[in-house]
C-alpha cells in the first residue's frame, strides 16, 4: 500500500506559502486568480516525516501540465485541465483558456494544431470527454476491475466509494458521468481512459475530478503520479512550479473534503470550468439579431415577424402531371448577410473585430428546394403548415424530396423547405478532408456551420413573412396569384432528420420563429458521435493517418468539440428548452430515437433527452431488448396526456430475423455495444423511423401543440419498419 505522508515543520509551509505568492512568471500564470482557497493549516502532529520525492522535470511546463508526471504519453493530459487557463477578469468566467502552440498534438509533418481559435474560449465544452492516461488501466476488464459506473448503469455515480467522481464546485455535488477505456486503440498500452458526462455540464461551472483507490483486472493497485503526491501528500518542493500550484490543489481537495472524499487514497484530482453560454452561442446570436434587424425586426422576443421577408428568387417550378403526394417543388435562392471571410463559401471563418465580434462581410446566396403536397393545392387555401427541413450528412437540401418527406407533407398537409446545412453539406467535404489532415484548418467547419444556422433561419422567415413566399405565384394553390396561398404563416416548425435531427438542436435554440421541432434519429457533440458511428469510417482514414498516435486521437476530439459548439447543439442544449437565450422563446423538442442505430449513438441521444428535459414515452422497448442496462435512465416518464413538453421516443425496428428481402438474408438489429464503436449488427435501422406512419403521426401531433394520445404505439413499446412486436 502507498504510504500517506504529511508535512512535520510549520517552517515548511510558510517556505510554501511564499513561493506560492512569488511564484514564477510561467507559473504564475497558472494561479487558481478568483476561487475561494481554504485556510493552509500548518501540518504536524504525530505524523511521520514524509520521504523525499524526485524532483519534476519542468522543460515543458510551460506548454504542459506535469501533475500525470512528464512524458506520460502525451502533453495536455489530463484535459480538460484549468492548468491550461488564466484568470481574465473580463470573460463570462473569470477564466480564459491558455494553450501554447508547442504542447498542441502535431501530424505526421509535423505541424501542431494552432492554439489561437482556442484561446478565444472562457472555458471547455460542456460535453467535454475527460480524458487522462493512467498506466495499467488499458483494457475494458480494467476499467470493470476499478468499479467506475460503467453506461449501463449510470446510477453508479452516486455509490459511496465510487472510485471516478466529478463534483460540481457551485453545488458540491457529484454529476453523472460514466467512465470507459477508449476501445479504438488497436494498442492497448496507447488507451485512453474517458469520462463522459451522462447529463451535459453546466455552462461557467467549475468542476473537480477524482480518481481514487484504483485497481486493474490483474488486482494491482495503481499508483499515483508522483507529481501529483507532491501536493496530495503535502511534500516539501524547492521547484517554484510545483509550488505556484499548491493553493489550487488545497481548493480541490478542500472541495473534495466537503463532499465527503479524502486525499490520502486519491490517484490523481484536478478541475476545469466549462465555457459559458456567452462563449458558446454569442457569435451567432449577435449575427442573428443583426441579420433581423437588417430585415427591420428588432424585437425578435415577441413572436412576431416584423419587418421585411428575406430578398429571394423562384428559379425554378416543377409541376407533377399526376401527383399522388406532390404537386409541385419550387427551388430557388435567397440573400443572407455574410459573416465568414473571404467569404461564406467552403472554407471561410468568422469575420471579427477587435472585440472578437462577427461583422458583416457581404451578402451570401442561399440555394432552398420545397416541396408542395397535393393535399395542400385541392384543400382549403392557406392549410398547409411551413416546416423547414434539416438534411443528413454532408447532403444537400434537395434531400427535402425523399420519399418519407414527400408521405409526411402529402399526409400531414405541411409544405417543407431545405436549404444546404453549410459547414457540413456537400461543398463541405473538401475543406473536411483537409481539416482532419491537418487540425489547424478544422475552424473553417464550426464558423461555416454557424453561417448556415443563420441562412435556415432566414429560409424559415422567407416561409411565414407576410411579404415572403406567400407573394409568390408558386405558393398558390393553381400556381397563380388568382387562387389562396398554400401556407399557413402562423406558426413555423422544424423537422430534420440524421445530421438535420443533430443540427436542428442548435437551430431551436436561436429560433425566435418556431417554438416546436421533431429531430429525428438526434444526438450531440460530435467529439463522442464519431468513434461510435459507422459513418466515421471513411473519414477516419484521414484523421488516423495523419495523426496516428493512438493516444493523442481522443485529445484531438475534445479539442476540436471546444469550436465545434458553437454550431451544434452541444454548446446550445442547456438552453434549448425551458431556458430560452436572451431574446428567445421557449421551445418544445421532440426527439425520436431509433434503437441501435448504426449511425447516431443511442447514448448520445439520451444525453441530449436528459439535458434537455425531455419526458420518456414508456415502455421504451420490449422487455428483455436492451438486457442489464438502466434505459433512458434518470428521464422522467410522460405522465399524462394531452402532452405539450419535450418528449423522447424509441423506434425499435427489432432484432435480427431471418428476411430473404433483406440486403443481407436477415433484417434488425442488436443493441448498441457499450464500448465506444460502432453498432454494426445486423441492418442498419437509421432510416426506419421517419418511414413509419406512426412516426409520421406523431410528429403531425406535436406540430398541433400536442400529443394527444398516450401515444401511436398502441399503449406498448414503438415500432418501426416491419416490426410489429416479439
Same mark, same amino acid.
Given at each position: 500500500?502507498?504510504?500517506?505522508?504529511?508535512?512535520?515543520?510549520?517552517?515548511?509551509?510558510?517556505?510554501?506559502?511564499?513561493?506560492?505568492?512569488?511564484?514564477?512568471?510561467?507559473?504564475?500564470?497558472?494561479?487558481?486568480?478568483?476561487?475561494?482557497?481554504?485556510?493552509?493549516?500548518?501540518?504536524?502532529?504525530?505524523?511521520?516525516?514524509?520521504?523525499?520525492?524526485?524532483?519534476?522535470?519542468?522543460?515543458?511546463?510551460?506548454?504542459?501540465?506535469?501533475?500525470?508526471?512528464?512524458?506520460?504519453?502525451?502533453?495536455?493530459?489530463?484535459?480538460?485541465?484549468?492548468?491550461?487557463?488564466?484568470?481574465?477578469?473580463?470573460?463570462?468566467?473569470?477564466?480564459?483558456?491558455?494553450?501554447?502552440?508547442?504542447?498542441?498534438?502535431?501530424?505526421?509533418?509535423?505541424?501542431?494544431?494552432?492554439?489561437?481559435?482556442?484561446?478565444?474560449?472562457?472555458?471547455?465544452?460542456?460535453?467535454?470527454?475527460?480524458?487522462?492516461?493512467?498506466?495499467?488501466?488499458?483494457?475494458?476488464?480494467?476499467?470493470?476491475?476499478?468499479?467506475?459506473?460503467?453506461?449501463?448503469?449510470?446510477?453508479?455515480?452516486?455509490?459511496?466509494?465510487?472510485?471516478?467522481?466529478?463534483?460540481?464546485?457551485?453545488?458540491?455535488?457529484?454529476?453523472?458521468?460514466?467512465?470507459?477505456?477508449?476501445?479504438? *486503440?488497436?494498442?492497448?498500452?496507447?488507451?485512453?481512459?474517458?469520462?463522459?458526462?451522462?447529463?451535459?455540464?453546466?455552462?461557467?461551472?467549475?468542476?473537480?475530478?477524482?480518481?481514487?483507490?484504483?485497481?486493474?483486472?490483474?488486482?494491482?493497485?495503481?499508483?499515483?503520479?508522483?507529481?501529483?503526491?507532491?501536493?496530495?501528500?503535502?511534500?516539501?518542493?524547492?521547484?517554484?512550479?510545483?509550488?505556484?500550484?499548491?493553493?489550487?490543489?488545497?481548493?480541490?481537495?478542500?472541495?473534495?473534503?466537503?463532499?465527503?472524499?479524502?486525499?490520502?487514497?486519491?490517484?490523481?484530482?484536478?478541475?476545469?470550468?466549462?465555457?459559458?453560454?456567452?462563449?458558446?452561442?454569442?457569435?451567432?446570436?449577435?449575427?442573428?439579431?443583426?441579420?433581423?434587424?437588417?430585415?427591420?425586426?428588432?424585437?425578435?422576443?415577441?413572436?412576431?415577424?416584423?419587418?421585411?421577408?428575406?430578398?429571394?428568387?423562384?428559379?425554378?417550378?416543377?409541376?407533377?402531371?399526376?401527383?399522388?403526394?406532390?404537386?409541385?417543388?419550387?427551388?430557388?435562392?435567397?440573400?443572407? %448577410?455574410?459573416?465568414?471571410?473571404?467569404?461564406?463559401?467552403?472554407?471561410?471563418?468568422?469575420?471579427?473585430?477587435?472585440?472578437?465580434?462577427?461583422?458583416?462581410?457581404?451578402?451570401?446566396?442561399?440555394?432552398?428546394?420545397?416541396?408542395?403536397?397535393?393535399?395542400?393545392?385541392?384543400?382549403?387555401?392557406?392549410?398547409?403548415?411551413?416546416?423547414?427541413?434539416?438534411?443528413?450528412?454532408?447532403?444537400?437540401?434537395?434531400?427535402?424530396?425523399?420519399?418519407?418527406?414527400?408521405?409526411?407533407?402529402?399526409?400531414?398537409?405541411?409544405?417543407?423547405?431545405?436549404?444546404?446545412?453549410?459547414?457540413?453539406?456537400?461543398?463541405?467535404?473538401?475543406?473536411?478532408?483537409?481539416?482532419?489532415?491537418?487540425?489547424?484548418?478544422?475552424?473553417?467547419?464550426?464558423?461555416?456551420?454557424?453561417?448556415?444556422?443563420?441562412?435556415?433561419?432566414?429560409?424559415?422567415?422567407?416561409?411565414?413573412?407576410?411579404?415572403?413566399?406567400?407573394?409568390?405565384?408558386?405558393?398558390?394553390?393553381?400556381?397563380?396569384?388568382?387562387?389562396?396561398?398554400?401556407?399557413?404563416?402562423?406558426?413555423?416548425?422544424?423537422?430534420?432528420?440524421?445530421?438535420?435531427?443533430?443540427?436542428?438542436?442548435?437551430?431551436?435554440?436561436?429560433?425566435?420563429?418556431?417554438?416546436?421541432?421533431?429531430?429525428?434519429?438526434?444526438?450531440?457533440?460530435?467529439?463522442?458521435?464519431?468513434?461510435?458511428?459507422?459513418?466515421?469510417?471513411?473519414?477516419?482514414?484521414?484523421?488516423?493517418?495523419?495523426?496516428?498516435?493512438?493516444?493523442?486521437?481522443?485529445?484531438?476530439?475534445?479539442?476540436?468539440?471546444?469550436?465545434?459548439?458553437?454550431?451544434?447543439?452541444?454548446?446550445?442544449?442547456?438552453?434549448?428548452?425551458?431556458? $430560452?437565450?436572451?431574446?428567445?422563446?421557449?421551445?418544445?423538442?421532440?426527439?425520436?430515437?431509433?434503437?441501435?442505430?448504426?449511425?447516431?449513438?443511442?447514448?448520445?441521444?439520451?444525453?441530449? *433527452?436528459?439535458?434537455?428535459?425531455? *419526458?420518456?414515452?414508456?415502455?421504451?422497448?420490449? %422487455?428483455?431488448?436492451?438486457?442489464?442496462?438502466?434505459?433512458?435512465?434518470?428521464?422522467?416518464?410522460?405522465?399524462?396526456?394531452?402532452?405539450?413538453?419535450?418528449?423522447?421516443?424509441?423506434?425499435?425496428?427489432?432484432?435480427?430475423?431471418?428476411?430473404?428481402?433483406?440486403?443481407?438474408?436477415?433484417?434488425?438489429?442488436?443493441?448498441?455495444?457499450?464500448?465506444?464503436?460502432?453498432?454494426?449488427?445486423?441492418?442498419?435501422?437509421?432510416?426506419? $423511423?421517419?418511414?413509419?406512419?406512426?412516426?409520421?403521426?406523431?410528429?403531425?401531433?406535436?406540430?398541433?401543440?400536442?400529443?394527444?394520445?398516450?401515444?401511436?404505439?398502441?399503449?406498448?413499446?414503438?415500432?418501426?419498419?416491419?416490426?410489429?412486436?416479439?
Amino acid at each position: 500500500m502507498r504510504s500517506r505522508f504529511t508535512f512535520v515543520a510549520a517552517s515548511t509551509a510558510c517556505l510554501v506559502a511564499a513561493l506560492c505568492l512569488a511564484g514564477s512568471a510561467t507559473a504564475g500564470s497558472h494561479h487558481r486568480d478568483g476561487h475561494h482557497h481554504p485556510p493552509h493549516h500548518h501540518p504536524g502532529g504525530g505524523h511521520p516525516l514524509p520521504e523525499k520525492l524526485p524532483p519534476i522535470d519542468m522543460g515543458e511546463a510551460e506548454s504542459c501540465d506535469f501533475i500525470a508526471d512528464p512524458g506520460n504519453e502525451l502533453c495536455m493530459l489530463p484535459f480538460p485541465d484549468n492548468y491550461y487557463t488564466v484568470a481574465d477578469p473580463t470573460s463570462a468566467t473569470g477564466r480564459r483558456v491558455d494553450f501554447k502552440d508547442a504542447g498542441m498534438p502535431a501530424n505526421v509533418l509535423g505541424e501542431g494544431i494552432e492554439a489561437a481559435p482556442y484561446n478565444q474560449s472562457d472555458g471547455f465544452s460542456p460535453g467535454s470527454v475527460i480524458l487522462l492516461k493512467v498506466p495499467g488501466i488499458e483494457t475494458a476488464a480494467d476499467v470493470a476491475a476499478t468499479g467506475a459506473t460503467p453506461i449501463n448503469h449510470l446510477a453508479g455515480y452516486t455509490e459511496r466509494n465510487a472510485p471516478v467522481v466529478v463534483i460540481d464546485t457551485q453545488t458540491g455535488r457529484r454529476w453523472p458521468i460514466w467512465t470507459e477505456i477508449d476501445s479504438t *486503440a488497436a494498442n492497448p498500452a496507447k488507451a485512453v481512459l474517458e469520462i463522459h458526462p451522462a447529463v451535459n455540464f453546466t455552462p461557467g461551472h467549475r468542476y473537480v475530478v477524482a480518481l481514487r483507490d484504483l485497481h486493474n483486472a490483474a488486482g494491482e493497485e495503481v499508483e499515483a503520479p508522483i507529481a501529483f503526491r507532491y501536493y496530495r501528500d503535502k511534500v516539501r518542493s524547492e521547484q517554484p512550479q510545483i509550488n505556484a500550484q499548491r493553493p489550487r490543489f488545497e481548493s480541490i481537495f478542500w472541495t473534495l473534503r466537503k463532499a465527503g472524499i479524502g486525499r490520502h487514497d486519491l490517484y490523481l484530482a484536478w478541475d476545469f470550468t466549462v465555457a459559458s453560454t456567452q462563449n458558446t452561442t454569442g457569435r451567432e446570436l449577435a449575427m442573428r439579431n443583426a441579420a433581423f434587424a437588417r430585415l427591420g425586426d428588432t424585437n425578435l422576443a415577441d413572436g412576431i415577424p416584423q419587418g421585411a421577408s428575406p430578398s429571394f428568387t423562384v428559379t425554378s417550378v416543377e409541376n407533377e402531371p399526376a401527383p399522388e403526394q406532390i404537386a409541385r417543388r419550387v427551388k430557388g435562392t435567397f440573400e443572407v %448577410p455574410c459573416y465568414l471571410f473571404p467569404d461564406c463559401g467552403p472554407g471561410g471563418l468568422m469575420h471579427l473585430n477587435a472585440n472578437e465580434e462577427p461583422i458583416q462581410n457581404g451578402t451570401w446566396t442561399a440555394n432552398f428546394d420545397c416541396i408542395v403536397p397535393a393535399s395542400a393545392v385541392t384543400g382549403p387555401g392557406g392549410s398547409a403548415r411551413p416546416s423547414l427541413y434539416g438534411h443528413g450528412l454532408f447532403g444537400t437540401g434537395s434531400e427535402v424530396g425523399s420519399s418519407p418527406q414527400r408521405e409526411l407533407s402529402e399526409n400531414h398537409d405541411i409544405v417543407q423547405c431545405a436549404t444546404d446545412e453549410i459547414g457540413m453539406s456537400e461543398s463541405d467535404v473538401g475543406p473536411t478532408l483537409a481539416a482532419l489532415q491537418n487540425v489547424s484548418a478544422f475552424p473553417a467547419i464550426p464558423d461555416r456551420l454557424q453561417q448556415g444556422l443563420l441562412d435556415e433561419l432566414y429560409l424559415g422567415r422567407a416561409m411565414i413573412s407576410p411579404s415572403g413566399f406567400t407573394t409568390d405565384a408558386a405558393f398558390h394553390q393553381d400556381g397563380t396569384l388568382l387562387t389562396p396561398s398554400v401556407l399557413n404563416t402562423h406558426e413555423l416548425f422544424y423537422n430534420g432528420n440524421s445530421q438535420g435531427g443533430i443540427m436542428g438542436g442548435a437551430l431551436t435554440a436561436v429560433s425566435p420563429d418556431f417554438t416546436r421541432a421533431s429531430l429525428g434519429v438526434p444526438a450531440m457533440n460530435y467529439s463522442t458521435l464519431l468513434p461510435r458511428s459507422v459513418d466515421f469510417d471513411q473519414f477516419a482514414q484521414f484523421l488516423y493517418g495523419s495523426y496516428p498516435n493512438e493516444t493523442a486521437r481522443p485529445l484531438i476530439l475534445d479539442l476540436m468539440q471546444m469550436l465545434w459548439d458553437r454550431g451544434e447543439p452541444d454548446g446550445y442544449a442547456s438552453r434549448m428548452t425551458g431556458n $430560452p437565450l436572451p431574446d428567445t422563446p421557449r421551445h418544445q423538442v421532440l426527439l425520436d430515437i431509433t434503437f441501435g442505430d448504426h449511425q447516431v449513438t443511442n447514448y448520445q441521444a439520451d444525453v441530449e *433527452a436528459r439535458t434537455i428535459g425531455a *419526458a420518456a414515452h414508456r415502455p421504451v422497448l420490449f %422487455p428483455g431488448r436492451w438486457p442489464n442496462t438502466e434505459v433512458l435512465w434518470n428521464v422522467p416518464t410522460i405522465s399524462r396526456y394531452p402532452y405539450t413538453g419535450s418528449a423522447a421516443y424509441y423506434w425499435d425496428g427489432g432484432p435480427v430475423r431471418p428476411e430473404p428481402a433483406g440486403p443481407s438474408g436477415t433484417i434488425g438489429t442488436e443493441p448498441p455495444p457499450y464500448e465506444n464503436l460502432p453498432n454494426r449488427v445486423g441492418e442498419d435501422p437509421h432510416g426506419l $423511423p421517419r418511414a413509419t406512419a406512426a412516426e409520421q403521426q406523431l410528429v403531425s401531433d406535436f406540430f398541433d401543440g400536442a400529443i394527444l394520445h398516450s401515444d401511436e404505439c398502441g399503449g406498448g413499446p414503438c415500432y418501426s419498419g416491419t416490426f410489429t412486436g416479439p
